[in-house]
């Protein structure tokens, strides 16, 4: 069975930091690209970032590049989104999902075919 599993989520000042984690079971990273979603109260769930598997690029809403880096351990089964910098605007439950042989491109769509059950980030002094 496929499953996603964030964590790392939590309170943070305005200016800090964070690392997100999305930790796999019942399949193997390698194969799959993985997006960072977010959603804010009242908003529509949106893409943050995105790393292929094909060949390890990746791709950053406008929002956060420059503030945010995803990367990959396909060892540990596990993608990673540092988010530095932050602010009170990046409060949101941030998701993480999988996607067989995507390509990462711009703007990221929704249409990943698995799901974690989202961390929590709030940002706020």
């Known amino acids: 069975q496929l499953q996603l599993v964030e964590s790392g989520g939590g309170l943070v000042q305005p200016g800090g930091s964070l690392r997100l984690s999305c930790a796999a079971s019942g399949f193997t990273l390698n194969y799959y690209a993985i997006g960072w979603f977010r959603q804010a109260p009242g908003k529509e769930r949106e893409g943050v970032s995105c790393?292929?598997?094909?060949?390890?690029?990746?791709s950053y809403a406008d929002s956060v590049k420059g503030r945010f880096t995803i990367s990959r351990d396909n060892a540990k089964n596990t993608v990673y989104l540092q988010m530095n910098s932050l602010k009170p605007e990046d409060t949101a439950v941030y998701y993480c999902a999988a996607d067989f042989l995507r390509l990462c491109v711009l703007p990221i769509s929704l249409d990943f075919g698995s799901w974690g059950q989202g961390t929590q980030v709030t940002v706020s002094s």
């Open positions: 790393i292929s598997n094909r060949d390890g690029s990746t």
